[in-house]
């Protein structure tokens, strides 16, 4: 068990941040070296650079556990519609156009400490118990795991269970298809920039039709007012696209009453009953479907999978969010609105520096040391060349003699793929 245990924390060192930028930038020493920048004490500069990169890298392992103690949830909301106004103010948030859509992430919690609402009986002894009463040994592990796949009416009902260390967490399925106890992120976009203008976490099991989508959309139009010149308040999410999970006639209707031009398929478009819907849902199914058919409506429709989509892509996959590790709707929801001022903020830096980023600002700071090692290069060449002599920079026609030094390995070309 021991020797287990080093192994992992041997493969928990390899692949932490710190190791990673700390090996990174130790790469700058033989890079020098070869440049003729260092000479004497090479391994030396090389490890202190190596100690330099594992320290800048270094995360502290509850910095997001103590989110919900550093700034609430309204502070948080605060500097978010500050960030929002910023965006206004360079062009890149309008607020007419937006899109609503939901994804999945993982709950730190897991299936094994599932309990009975009532009894407070553990799944595993629940699922022995039924065993035994089966004829089955319950010691035996792979019997009882096999008489569990395989017996009928088996369920796992959020409203018979819960895990009693994260109770919000709901059992539901991953991107992946697994089952496993999940919460459900929600953004709110702006189709014209995308830029993330409401986030929050829900709970797992929450439908995206329920009875609180007005109000969701209503809070996102608040913020929008609240960041918004008085002459464009009026127009703030004058339109709202989404899949077709999103639709109910009543909440549909409620859109509309509000001046909400909604672009939401009707799945149960072919199998409504005329004769049995009112005068008022009659007209907001009719609403409905003229919008999706239009030819604005389809536009906006395409730009569901190019912003929304690409939101949840930079903030829960590359932004590590898809796992959770903190507990509770308002603690994730915190860390998803602290992650979409990220990505706000990474849409201004794009629009003010070009480079919005980490890869782009990684690739910008390596072309930029690659062209000072050129110079730097150039420079020491032309010192060291005899008088008179004719040398190409990076490649010496005399190997061998003192000059030859630095030699050029092709490292000062490189290329960079910067990504989206």
């Known amino acids: 068990m021991a020797e287990r245990t080093l192994k992992l924390r041997a493969l928990l060192f390899l692949y932490s941040t710190a190791n990673i930028s700390g090996c990174a930038l130790a790469l700058l020493g033989p890079v020098l070296l070869f440049a003729g920048v260092i000479d004497n004490g090479w391994m030396l500069i090389t490890a202190g650079l190596y100690a330099a990169g594992w320290l800048l890298g270094r995360k502290p392992a509850e910095l997001e556990r103590h989110i919900e103690d550093s700034l609430s949830l309204e502070q948080m909301q605060a500097m978010h519609r500050v960030l929002l106004a910023a965006l206004h103010k360079h062009g890149l948030l309008k607020g007419r156009k937006t899109g609503i859509d939901s994804s999945i992430i993982e709950a730190n919690a897991s299936l094994r400490g599932l309990e009975h609402r009532n009894t407070e009986e553990s799944y595993w002894e629940y699922v022995k118990r039924l065993a035994a009463e089966a004829g089955i040994d319950p010691q035996d592990t792979k019997a009882v795991r096999r008489f569990d796949k395989k017996r009928k009416g088996r369920k796992t009902s959020n409203d018979d269970w819960q895990n009693p260390h994260d109770p919000a967490a709901k059992v539901g399925r991953t991107k992946d298809g697994a089952c496993d106890m999940v919460y459900k992120p929600e953004h709110i976009s702006d189709l014209e920039s995308g830029a993330i203008i409401h986030a929050e976490v829900r709970p797992g099991d929450a439908a995206d039709n329920d009875t609180t989508l007005k109000a969701r959309l209503m809070t996102a139009r ?34 509309h009453s509000a001046k909400v031009r909604t672009i939401i398929g009707d799945p149960q478009q072919g199998r409504r009953r005329k004769e049995k819907q009112s005068r008022r849902q009659k007209r907001a ?37 898809r796992r959770a590790t903190l507990r509770g709707t308002e603690k994730l929801s915190k860390r998803l609105i602290l992650a979409a001022l990220a990505h706000n903020l990474s849409l201004l830096l794009r629009k003010q520096t070009g480079i919005g980023t980490a890869k782009q600002a990684l690739a910008a700071a390596a072309g930029l040391f690659f062209a000072v ?18 040398m190409r920079i990076g490649h010496q026609q005399h190997p061998g003699r003192e000059e030859d030094w630095p030699p050029s390995f092709g490292l000062f070309n490189p290329s960079f793929s910067t990504g989206c």
């Open 222 to 255: 608040s913020t929008l007012r609240k960041v918004l010149p008085k002459a464009q308040r009026s127009r703030a999410m004058s339109e709202v696209c989404a899949d077709e999970g999103y639709f109910a006639t009543e909440q549909m209707a409620k859109l």
């Open 285 to 321: 199914l009719h609403r409905a479907r003229c919008a999706v058919r239009s030819k604005s409506g389809k536009a906006l429709l395409r730009k569901r999978g190019e912003h929304l989509e690409r939101g949840f892509c930079h903030v829960l996959d590359h932004g590590g969010l």
């Open 373 to 390: 090692l050129e110079a730097l290069q150039a420079i020491w060449t032309r010192l060291r060349a005899p008088q008179g002599s004719i």
